[in-house]
């Protein structure tokens, strides 16, 4: 297999998606968030090779790791290149969910079960969003490269994981992988209603700003007007107002 399924959402957002890489910083700020997504999922994962009991499975994790933590290093280069070429403070934010997908990796006691559902899941959609990216950023050769050399590496990580979650969990791996991938919309529904949340917020402020404060300002206005100029004189304290 040399390239990763496109899910139907990400040819939608495609647009999206040739805006975000069509911008230099914008494209440096997404290479830098890419690498610690993957330094992040390769920590994590060398740590499940640390607590897994099956050999085998080690033995992929230690390679699954390596490669995570070389993506890491390959995006976090090219990243650096492209600010320096720009000028560029690096700095960190990333306008769209990583491509991975590991973010969301915890090393739980859950079992390997569990953790291949996931990985299967996340590297999946990964391997999808790095094909979109390959062919987004024709015009960057060497950005391109990584993200064919990366996509390899998905596709490798997507079909092990497949195939190791057959073999040690035989009866139940469709229902793991089908668990995995709704709690992962689940994270993606959570991450979306907080950013909708806030973008909700600001527009009711907005909101609040323009069409609220210049009715009050209009209010005060007219009472203003019904004001007679000058001083007036101050009402006498009638005997059932006077607190004496
Ligand atoms: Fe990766
Ligand atoms: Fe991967």
Do not use: C
């Not at 033995?59 to 070429?85: C, N, P, Q, S, W």
């Not at 739980?108 to 062919?135: C, M, N, P, S």
Request: charged fraction near 25%.
């Amino acid at each position: 297999m040399s390239g990763g399924h496109i899910a139907r959402i990400d040819r939608m957002l495609r647009p999206i998606h040739r805006w975000i890489w069509s911008n230099r910083d914008r494209r440096v700020r997404k290479l830098l968030a890419f690498a610690e997504v993957e330094t992040d999922g390769g920590r994590d994962i060398l740590r499940a090779a640390e607590t897994t009991p099956d050999p085998l499975l080690r033995r992929l994790y230690l390679e699954h790791a390596i490669d995570e933590l070389h993506h890491g290093v390959m995006f976090r280069r090219r990243g650096a290149t492209l600010a320096r070429l720009r000028h560029h403070a690096s700095e960190g934010g990333n306008p769209l969910p990583g491509g991975h997908g590991l973010d969301d990796l915890a090393i739980t006691d859950a079992g390997d079960e569990q953790l291949l559902a996931f990985l299967h899941v996340a590297e999946k959609a990964a391997a999808g969003r790095f094909a979109i990216y390959r062919e987004i950023v024709g015009d960057d050769p060497e950005t391109q490269a990584i993200f064919d050399h990366i996509l390899h590496d998905e596709v490798f990580h997507m079909n092990y994981t497949y195939r190791q979650l057959a073999r040690v969990s035989p009866r139940a791996w469709r229902r793991q992988i089908w668990r995995a991938r709704v709690s992962r919309l689940w994270k993606r529904y959570l991450r979306l209603a907080g950013a909708l949340g806030m973008a909700i917020g600001s527009l009711l402020l907005v909101l609040q700003y323009f069409a609220v404060l210049p009715l009050f300002a209009w209010l005060a206005r007219r009472a203003e007007r019904r004001e007679p100029a000058g001083w007036s004189p101050a009402r006498r304290p009638t005997a059932q107002t006077s607190p004496y």
